[in-house]
């Protein structure tokens, strides 16, 4: 009888210590922690996340290191740290197209708002549409004309499927009856070089284009964003007559379940990490606008964008 006792004691005790995190949350994070971002090095989203992995690294006391997993819109990271363990070790930047592609694409399992712990918002991204310097089409009214007109539909380039700048821009077809093809890339990068060598005939994306406006190679036709952009004259869609404004999100999440007082230090951390100076450059050269939400107000922001964009996203999905 003793000899049970003293078994089940053991076995209790076992369990005890299986089911407690790998570390306590006072000593976190005791190891280095890892950045997923879902696109490829070089582009906005990869720049501006070093730079606040940096800062944060250095407030925690272990580094962030950051490992690019491009794909889907992102939608390949985001699945990833849905299957990491919720110990504030494996977090992930989350942003628009990673977001809404569990409503447009069927390999999407993840639910953002149950498989997912918001930890903080810390940009939106601000979306517009180009051509190259040397293209015809001097304004959205020339682009739009060509596009109806043409024998031939048009092509434009992303940064990828579900991304806001890919459904805003087939949105605006809609409005205006018209009908272009959509060639998405792996990143922002790639879809400029695209439009560079000619494969597209214009490009809808996130303000990487920034660099590429100011020294001449890329003319701004107009803008996916509420107000202008500023340091730049385009017009937004909505001063067009096109009633839209592209979603935007770019923020930080872990795995489900993840410790309050963990995600407390992530998220205060980030709060930090967006006011340094390497930030603010680096959102200034890749045209973000910086956007702080702590984790239960970033939570209620998700929700609300899915609520607001999945009837326009399920007339997609049967199309991709």
Not at 104 to 118: A, C, E, G, R
């Amino acid at each position: 009888m003793h000899s049970s006792m003293l078994k089940r004691a053991a076995i209790l005790a076992c369990a005890t210590v299986l089911a407690l995190p790998a570390f306590a949350a006072e000593d976190y994070p005791r190891t280095p922690i890892t950045l997923v971002v879902g696109y490829g090095a070089g582009g906005g989203t990869d720049v501006c996340n070093r730079a606040l992995a940096l800062d944060v690294g250095r407030q925690l006391g272990q580094p962030l290191v950051v490992d690019n997993k491009p794909g889907a819109g992102s939608s390949l990271s985001v699945g990833f740290i849905t299957r990491q363990r919720p110990d504030g070790y494996s977090i992930a930047s989350l942003s628009t197209g990673g977001v809404l592609n569990q409503v447009l694409s069927p390999n999407v399992k993840y639910d953002v708002t149950k498989d997912l712990t918001p930890i903080a918002m810390v940009a939106q991204y601000q979306v517009g549409l180009l051509v190259r310097a040397d293209s015809a089409y001097k304004t959205m009214a020339d682009l739009i004309n060509a596009a109806q007109s043409a024998r031939k539909p048009l092509t434009y380039s992303t940064a990828g499927i579900g991304t806001p700048q890919h459904l805003t821009t087939e949105r605006l077809a809609q409005k205006t009856g018209t009908q272009w093809v959509h060639a998405p890339y792996k990143s922002g990068p790639e879809a400029i070089t695209a439009l560079m060598r000619g494969d597209v005939d214009f490009m809808a994306q996130t303000a990487e284009w920034v660099p590429y406006v100011r020294d001449g190679r890329l003319r701004l036709l107009s803008v996916f964003t509420g107000e202008r952009i500023k340091g730049f004259d385009a017009p937004t869609l909505k001063e067009l007559g096109y009633d839209l404004v592209a979603p935007s999100i770019l923020g930080i999440a872990g795995p489900a379940r993840m410790d309050a007082a963990i995600v407390k230090k992530l998220q205060d951390a980030f709060h930090k990490a967006i006011q340094t100076a390497e930030f603010q450059s680096c959102a200034d050269q890749f045209g973000l606008k910086p956007d702080f939400k702590d984790s239960a107000a970033f939570g209620a922001f998700l929700k609300d964008t899915l609520a607001g964009w999945t009837p326009l996203l399920r007339q997609f999905a049967s199309k991709e």
